[in-house]
């Protein structure tokens, strides 16, 4: 866990699927990029920004997504960027979706304003199998923050449109343009929603209210903007799925949930996950809670069921990671990853406990090293990767590879540290082994020709 981040490079697409979802990574990262000495509004606010590329419900009920999201929330920061994406399949809705997510704060102007940009684009859309189509999807909310006054505004530009085939002319797009869809439903574009201190504007929303896919409701493009009260302690964190890097093979988490800067409890989830010949996951629930007072309470947790990674390599009925902190302004927090656990965990086919000790490190023959219950702590948060895989011998992924499952990270302090982040440029393998390389060779003939873990490569 860190204060700052660097940003890695833009990496190829790869198709998967997850659960309902397939996705290749373009970026998945927070990075603060650095601003002025010049001082903030005089009643700075905290930003809460959130983008996702779609999401599909039936009846009420989330079916998919919200996909590929990103954001930024519970920071007074400037200068920071969160992006994020992918490609977003869901069988017999959405068909190979290329989606791109981005969200920055800044300062702007003579007063130097707060300003809050996000943005979702979308390359092109097929849906339902040709009832829809889109191509060319842009959307952006924006909000500043002038110190006495919040101003805010939607925009969706869309470079082509059809319905049952049919092009609908397209001039400027009005906010909350309904197009009938005949005999089925309906697509709005450019559907705002304004609130106080801020916006949220979708570029595309389909409901189905008749035939056989009524109930349906999809939403492509979702994008938020806006300010809220600075809360009596920053809790920032997020839990994620799945992060894989592995160069122009790199996966980004395919669910992820921050936790509520302004108080209560939100919850991400995916019926289940695919990442082929890699890991297959059932159901994957992403949870963030907020508590505020004095002190402020802050969860951060993920549960992953059903696990089986590199072939029955490590398997699992269910793995929780949990990061938890309570904190009272001008006093440090109280962390702690109660909660963390693994339910019928298995590696390489040995049976381990449901309280993994943390850091526990097992040498994967023919592959390389897994982590379980890897904790990273500092003065103000804690992150918990309930599995880390470094991959030292090459196969289905090179060497140097990274996979992490069931991610979950908190942070507590006064001042509105930089949110967490996922991470995707290429990971240091030496650099990770370092911390575990005698705990992994302790009991072998050569310790120093362990798994090619050299006294050179530390």
């Given at each position: 866990m860190r204060s700052s981040f660097r940003a890695g490079p833009r990496v190829g697409l790869r198709r998967l699927t997850a659960g309902v979802v397939s996705g290749g990574v373009l970026a998945a990262t927070l990075v603060g990029v650095g601003v002025g000495t010049a001082s903030a509004?005089?009643?700075?606010?905290?930003?809460?920004?959130?983008?996702?590329?779609?999401?599909?419900?039936?009846?009420?009920?989330?079916?998919?997504?919200?996909?590929?999201?990103?954001?930024?929330?519970?920071?007074?920061?400037?200068?920071?960027?969160?992006?994020?994406?992918?490609?977003?399949?869901?069988?017999?809705?959405?068909?190979?979706?290329?989606?791109?997510?981005?969200?920055?704060?800044?300062?702007?102007?003579?007063?130097?304003?707060?300003?809050?940009?996000?943005?979702?684009?979308?390359?092109?859309?097929?849906?339902?199998?040709?009832?829809?189509?889109?191509?060319?999807?842009?959307?952006?909310?924006?909000?500043?923050?002038?110190?006495?006054?919040?101003?805010?505004?939607?925009?969706?530009?869309?470079?082509?449109?059809?319905?049952?085939?049919?092009?609908?002319?397209?001039?400027?797009?009005?906010?909350?343009?309904?197009?009938?869809?005949?005999?089925?439903?309906?697509?709005?574009?450019?559907?705002?929603?304004?609130?106080?201190?801020?916006?949220?504007?979708?570029?595309?929303?389909?409901?189905?209210?008749?035939?056989?896919?009524?109930?349906?409701?999809?939403?492509?493009?979702?994008?938020?903007?806006?300010?809220?009260?600075?809360?009596?302690?920053?809790?920032?964190?997020?839990?994620?799925?799945?992060?894989?890097?592995?160069?122009?093979?790199?996966?980004?988490?395919?669910?992820?949930?921050?936790?509520?800067?302004?108080?209560?409890?939100?919850?991400?989830?995916?019926?289940?996950?695919?990442?082929?010949?890699i890991a297959t996951i059932?159901?994957?629930?992403?949870?963030?809670?907020?508590?505020?007072?004095?002190?402020?309470?802050?969860?951060?947790?993920?549960?992953?069921?059903?696990?089986n990674l590199l072939s029955g390599l490590i398997t699992a009925d269910a793995i929780t990671s949990q990061a938890n902190a309570i904190k009272s302004p001008g006093s440090p927090p109280v962390l702690s990853s109660t909660g963390t656990q693994f339910v019928n965990l298995r590696v390489a086919g040995v049976p381990l406990p449901v309280n993994v000790a943390p850091n526990t490190a097992v040498i994967l023959p023919g592959v390389g090293y897994v982590v379980l219950n890897r904790q990273i702590q500092t003065a103000t948060g804690l992150e918990v990767r309930a599995v880390e895989v470094v991959i030292q011998v090459g196969g289905i992924l090179p060497v140097g590879a990274v996979i992490r499952l069931g991610v979950a990270s908190i942070n507590a302090s006064d001042t509105g540290a930089s949110p967490l982040s996922a991470p995707i440029d290429p990971h240091d393998t030496n650099q990770l082994s370092g911390p575990f390389a005698a705990q992994l060779c302790a009991d072998v003939d050569d310790p120093a020709r362990c798994n090619n873990i050299t006294t050179s490569t530390l």
């Amino acid at each position: 866990m860190r204060s700052s981040f660097r940003a890695g490079p833009r990496v190829g697409l790869r198709r998967l699927t997850a659960g309902v979802v397939s996705g290749g990574v373009l970026a998945a990262t927070l990075v603060g990029v650095g601003v002025g000495t010049a001082s903030a509004v005089p009643s700075p606010l905290a930003y809460e920004q959130y983008a996702y590329g779609a999401s599909a419900s039936v009846g009420g009920v989330v079916t998919a997504g919200p996909l590929f999201p990103t954001g930024i929330s519970c920071t007074i920061q400037p200068g920071l960027a969160a992006t994020a994406g992918g490609i977003v399949n869901i069988p017999g809705v959405i068909a190979a979706a290329p989606t791109f997510q981005s969200a920055t704060t800044a300062q702007s102007g003579p007063n130097n304003n707060q300003v809050a940009v996000t943005r979702s684009t979308v390359a092109s859309v097929n849906l339902l199998g040709g009832l829809v189509g889109l191509t060319g999807l842009g959307v952006t909310s924006t909000a500043v923050n002038t110190g006495t006054s919040v101003a805010s505004v939607g925009a969706v530009s869309l470079g082509a449109l059809t319905i049952l085939g049919i092009p609908i002319p397209l001039g400027t797009i009005g906010a909350n343009t309904t197009i009938a869809i005949p005999l089925l439903g309906s697509i709005t574009l450019n559907e705002q929603t304004v609130a106080a201190n801020g916006i949220r504007t979708i570029g595309a929303h389909i409901r189905i209210t008749a035939g056989v896919n009524a109930g349906l409701d999809v939403i492509i493009g979702l994008t938020q903007s806006r300010f809220l009260p600075k809360p009596p302690v920053f809790m920032t964190g997020v839990a994620y799925s799945n992060l894989i890097a592995a160069g122009p093979l790199s996966i980004s988490p395919l669910v992820a949930q921050s936790v509520p800067c302004n108080g209560g409890t939100a919850i991400s989830s995916l019926v289940g996950i695919n990442l082929p010949g890699i890991a297959t996951i059932g159901a994957t629930v992403a949870q963030g809670t907020a508590v505020l007072g004095n002190p402020t309470g802050g969860t951060s947790k993920i549960t992953l069921a059903s696990l089986n990674l590199l072939s029955g390599l490590i398997t699992a009925d269910a793995i929780t990671s949990q990061a938890n902190a309570i904190k009272s302004p001008g006093s440090p927090p109280v962390l702690s990853s109660t909660g963390t656990q693994f339910v019928n965990l298995r590696v390489a086919g040995v049976p381990l406990p449901v309280n993994v000790a943390p850091n526990t490190a097992v040498i994967l023959p023919g592959v390389g090293y897994v982590v379980l219950n890897r904790q990273i702590q500092t003065a103000t948060g804690l992150e918990v990767r309930a599995v880390e895989v470094v991959i030292q011998v090459g196969g289905i992924l090179p060497v140097g590879a990274v996979i992490r499952l069931g991610v979950a990270s908190i942070n507590a302090s006064d001042t509105g540290a930089s949110p967490l982040s996922a991470p995707i440029d290429p990971h240091d393998t030496n650099q990770l082994s370092g911390p575990f390389a005698a705990q992994l060779c302790a009991d072998v003939d050569d310790p120093a020709r362990c798994n090619n873990i050299t006294t050179s490569t530390l």
